[in-house]
């Protein structure tokens, strides 16, 4: 008989480190060029929310008569509207209620659904067939109807805007 030697293997820990899920979701999510384009998306239009003011080229809310309805240029990136004032500037000023207004309007909109949920798998018989036929009756009324009269008779508040879009969602 021969005797065979075979190469010695690493000794293998016992423990072995691992990520806990969160690394793992954190990890695969780093590797991914959608999220990671998406968080550049997401970080660019955060520092124009905070610092917006500062490097946009003209003040957002100065009409120039002259320029009305320009097509875009050197001078006016995205050109101007009925009133003159630069589109680019607007957009870039504005993104500071846009990243307040959404997320609020979705808070509300999850919470007041959970709830509305929740008390009509609680109560189900009479109370489930009452609140579903008005939910029906309601989401058959176009949103920006709804949207709109909420808003002439309520204000264009930013509070009034959030309570209508959550709710219109919910």
Not at 120 to 141: K, P, Q, T
Not at 145 to 169: C, P, Q
Request: hydrophobic share 55%; aromatic share 8%; with cysteine.
């Amino acid at each position: 008989m021969s005797s065979t030697d075979s190469p010695s293997l690493p000794a293998v820990p016992d423990i072995v480190a691992r990520r806990s899920p969160w690394g793992e979701v954190l990890h695969s999510l780093v590797r991914s060029p959608t999220f990671l384009t998406g968080l550049g998306i997401l970080l660019f239009w955060v520092i124009c929310a905070l610092f917006g003011e500062h490097f946009v080229p003209y003040d957002p809310l100065d009409a120039d008569i002259i320029n009305t309805l320009a097509p875009p240029s050197a001078e006016h990136w995205f050109g101007t509207d009925q009133l003159g004032r630069d589109v680019f500037s607007r957009v870039i000023v504005g993104s500071r209620d846009i990243l307040t207004v959404a997320p609020l309007a979705t808070i509300l909109a999850t919470i007041a659904g959970t709830a509305l949920g929740l008390v009509i798998g609680y109560f189900r018989g009479i109370v489930d067939d009452i609140v579903s036929r008005v939910l029906e009756a309601f989401m058959a009324i176009p949103v920006v109807i709804i949207a709109l009269l909420a808003i002439v008779a309520l204000g264009t508040s930013k509070i009034t805007v959030i309570v209508v879009i959550g709710l219109s969602f919910a």
